[in-house]
């Protein structure tokens, strides 16, 4: 970050060797710090007999009140 200010504050111009190896070092602190999720159950869900097509068809909610307002 104190290489960025003075990019930015002091007007230096880093060489292209500087840029990559500044890149270089801003990818390897995020990799180092990302959360890694676990990995999803690889079971397949139950298909109760309907189509693909239906498993994706979703029906829109009732309204709660007459007209959808209370």
Do not use: H, Q, W
Request: aromatic residues 2%.
């Amino acid at each position: 970050m104190r290489d960025a200010d003075l990019v930015k504050f002091a007007r230096l111009t880093p060489s292209e060797g500087e840029c990559l190896d500044l890149l270089a070092r801003a990818e390897s602190i995020v990799t180092r710090t990302m959360l890694i999720a676990p990995l999803p159950a690889t079971t397949e869900p139950a298909n109760d007999g309907e189509s693909e097509a239906e498993m994706d068809t979703v029906e829109p909610a009732e309204p709660k009140y007459p007209g959808g307002k209370p």
